[in-house]
């Protein structure tokens, strides 16, 4: 019997990234790993990324370093961070 396809909503800032992404021609693998990257942070908070503050930046930091994230991978998410926080919800002060 086969299992239908279930199709999971978007949040509507989730589709707001990927709409800032997509105009900017980022690729299929950037894309994916920004939102992969996002939705790390918004794990770590625990709540949308989108009401983060910077205390909750520098805790996040923190806790990656002291994870031993990799140089590469932490600057991955820096850039992912950097672009949700500037383009996606127009707080570049985070």
């Known amino acids: 019997m086969p299992h239908p396809v279930l199709d999971a909503p978007i949040s509507p800032l989730r ?36 009401t983060a503050t910077p205390d909750d930046l520098r805790r996040f930091q923190v806790g990656q370093q002291d994870d031993g994230v990799p140089v590469p991978t ?3 998410i820096v850039s992912a961070l950097r672009f949700f926080f500037t383009h996606t919800v127009d707080r570049p002060d985070l």
């Not at 589709?15 to 693998?29: G, N, V, Y």
């Open 15 to 50: 589709q707001r990234l990927i709409d800032d992404m997509t105009l900017r021609r980022f690729s299929q693998e950037t894309q994916r790993n920004y939102l992969r990257d996002v939705g790390r942070f918004a794990s770590f908070l625990g709540r949308p990324p989108d």
């Open 74 to 76: 932490w600057n991955s």
